[in-house]
């Protein structure tokens, strides 16, 4: 459980018109990590329902959603597992492309960061597309991992990023 509430964390998120390209509005949730109260909080939204013992991991994908799956997996007492942009990580990797507005990206995990049938969450800071996170998932499956949840502070609705994640429950906490 939390005390604090969606509507009080959406308060907090700072929209930053024409960033990193016109026509994109930027959310900026740095006033969320600076309140200590609005921080703890988003991680309790995220966690809420998984009791400690009850996740093995908790996957963060490069850069903002390791800030909110790093606080998680020690609040779930889990591991944390990055998913990183390819050529960060230094062991053997796995990669999987997905589809940008313009082009593609690639992500990737290392090879032995998920045991088959490990139960794990992943958690990032927005839903967009959905492209990122899809990725991602299918990396943590390829490993043999469980998804018991995907989970977002900020769900970008109009933009259907849930299609891309359909064989998974998703949890958001803000939604626009
Ligand atoms: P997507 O793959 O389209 O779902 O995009 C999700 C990723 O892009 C997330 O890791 C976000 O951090 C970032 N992102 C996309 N759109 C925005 C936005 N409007 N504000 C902040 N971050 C965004």
Do not use: W
């Not at 900026?28 to 998984?50: E, H, K, Q, Y």
């Not at 903002?64 to 944390?80: D, E, N, T």
């Not at 977002?152 to 891309?164: A, C, D, H, S």
């Amino acid at each position: 459980m939390s005390n604090v509430t969606a509507a009080e964390i959406a308060a907090a998120i700072r929209n930053v018109p024409d960033f990193p390209k016109p026509g994109i509005q930027f959310k900026d949730i740095t006033p969320v990590l600076a309140d200590p109260r609005l921080f703890a909080g988003s991680i309790d939204l995220l966690c809420d329902g998984f009791k400690p013992g009850a996740v093995d991991a908790v996957v963060g994908i490069d850069a903002r959603g390791f800030i909110f799956a790093a606080a998680a997996a020690a609040k779930l007492h889990a591991g944390f597992v990055p998913v990183r942009k390819k050529g960060k990580l230094p062991f053997q990797t796995i990669e999987q492309d997905y589809a940008l507005e313009y082009g593609s990206a690639t992500v990737a995990m290392h090879v032995d960061a998920l045991k088959p049938g490990a139960r794990v969450l992943l958690i990032d800071d927005l839903l967009a597309t959905g492209g990122t996170a899809g990725a991602a998932a299918a990396l943590m499956k390829k490993l043999g991992a469980n998804i018991l949840e995907i989970g977002f502070l900020i769900e970008l609705k109009f933009l259907n990023g849930r299609e891309k994640l359909k064989d998974c429950p998703v949890r958001s906490i803000v939604v626009y």
